[in-house]
């Protein structure tokens, strides 16, 4: 089935910009969907559709998509954007969704 | 708002049985599709299974295929996991989440309930 590969950690210093970067074969072929998850609470949706932003979630959040990689940017990153960051695709071949393993976010 | 309330998990013994609940309110539970995902103790997030709003379709996750089985009551607004033959390797955190309207994604997703496989 798809694989999805993150890297395991990201550090950044506050202020900088952090890119989290997903992995997959062709996967600028596939929509690409992002989460954040805090330690002890659900995962929130931060970006779908490889770059569009729900309602609530900062202008600092962005994604891309191309080729073999995707990302997720963050802007002027804040200690509160410390977490877990993981993403998704579905795969249409297996019709299974597909998590990448996550990339954990430290602010320095 | 919506909310997403799991229930049921708890400690049983290799091979045994369990049923989740996941009570939905705040959006129409009816017309949209719903998932289960979990998370084994500090790891990352596994999606396990997905119906169809109308139970139409049931997709299962390899490791889970032929032991958990999904359902819902939609005039109850309520989303259920059989999870039957349970491994120690089951063990982790379950989460409802609904799917997108326009599929492809998770909107929005429930606390969790914790399932823990152990003799």
């Known amino acids: 089935s798809y694989v999805l590969t993150q890297p395991p950690s990201v550090s950044v210093a506050p202020g900088r910009t952090a890119g989290i970067t997903c992995g997959g074969n062709?996967?600028?072929?596939?929509?690409v969907h992002w989460y954040q998850q805090k330690p002890g609470q659900a995962p929130v949706l931060v970006i779908y559709?490889?770059?569009d932003r729900p309602s609530g979630i900062p202008e600092r959040f962005s994604g891309s998509n191309s080729g073999n990689t995707a990302t997720l940017t963050i802007n002027r990153v804040e200690a509160g954007d410390e977490a877990e960051y993981y993403c998704?695709?579905?795969?249409?071949?297996?019709?299974?969704?597909?998590f990448g393993g996550g990339t954990q976010l430290t602010v320095l | 708002q919506v909310q997403l309330v799991e229930s049921g998990g708890g400690v049983v013994q290799p091979g045994g049985s369990l049923r989740l609940s996941c009570a939905a309110s705040?959006?129409?539970?009816?017309?949209?599709?719903m998932h289960w995902v979990r998370q084994a103790p500090g790891k990352g997030l596994e999606w396990v299974s997905f119906?169809?709003?109308?139970?139409?379709?049931?997709y299962y996750a390899d490791s889970v295929r032929g032991r958990f089985t999904i359902s819902r009551d939609n005039p109850k607004n309520t989303l259920y996991m059989q999870m039957d033959s349970l491994r120690t390797e089951d063990t982790a955190v379950y989460f409802c989440?609904?799917?997108?309207?326009?599929?492809?994604?998770?909107?929005?997703w429930g606390l969790g309930t914790l399932v823990t496989v152990s003799s």
């Open positions: 989440a609904i799917e997108s309207p326009s599929g492809d994604y998770l909107t929005d």
């Open positions: 705040g959006f129409s539970f009816s017309n949209y599709g």
């Open positions: 559709y490889d770059s």
């Open positions: 119906i169809r709003f109308d139970e139409s379709s049931r």
């Open positions: 062709n996967i600028g072929n596939k929509n």
């Open positions: 998704q695709v579905w795969d249409s071949d297996s019709d299974h969704w597909v």
